[in-house]
């Protein structure tokens, strides 16, 4: 007498395979989020400290084009420990306009006034403002502007803009003060190449 032989998984044998399956889905799902929950700061902080590089790069590129403004005002109108205004030719705007980073809390800003009417001026002019570095911690021991003449001696303050050959910027950034990893230093240098000459 020949005994038939069905071949498959019985009832006990899908549970148990769908419960491990489970399980293995259930625990991978707790490790991604573990791992998103313990380094989303650090994602973040990357990216924070990234957009900053690139802004300290935009920023020491526009101080370099310092030159007269389109009205024959002095290349460097203001210059102090958070806040620099000069006149550079901007290629967006095809004209030499008035650009102001200043700093506002921890935010970075960056202000370009483009001239108009004849002659030319920026008095009454609105000035366009977008944002430059956020999670600015420059405290008063560490200006975000420094400037020197053109010998590389730093200029006392308040400066004296006609003395201003180059200009340095150290801008300190993290996303919370009160979670590691430390803060980031990010630097550059310009040299107003369109003052070299006058300044020797």
Do not use: C, W
Request: charged share 20%; aromatic share 10%; glycine share 6%.
């Amino acid at each position: 007498m020949n005994r038939t032989r069905y071949a498959g998984f019985t009832l006990i044998e899908t549970v148990v395979v769908v419960a491990i399956t489970s399980f293995i889905l259930v625990a991978l799902g707790i490790l991604i989020a573990y791992f998103y929950r313990t380094n989303a700061y650090v994602l973040q902080q990357t990216e924070a400290v990234d957009s900053a590089r690139r802004s300290v790069e935009n920023a020491v590129r526009d101080l370099r084009e310092a030159s007269y403004g389109a009205d024959g005002s002095y290349p460097v109108a203001a210059a102090a420990t958070s806040t620099v205004t000069f006149y550079a030719y901007i290629p967006a705007d095809n004209a030499v306009d008035r650009v102001r980073y200043f700093l506002d809390g921890t935010t970075l800003y960056r202000g370009t006034t483009a001239p108009a009417g004849t002659p030319l001026s920026y008095a009454g002019q609105t000035e366009k403002t977008t944002l430059v570095i956020d999670n600015i911690r420059n405290g008063t021991s560490t200006p975000l502007f420094t400037y020197y003449d053109a010998q590389g001696n730093e200029l006392p303050t308040p400066v004296d803009v006609a003395n201003i050959a180059s200009v340095r910027i150290e801008a300190l950034t993290d996303v919370n003060p009160y979670r590691a990893p430390d803060v980031y230093t990010l630097e550059g240098g310009a040299t107003l190449r369109n003052l070299h000459n006058m300044n020797e």
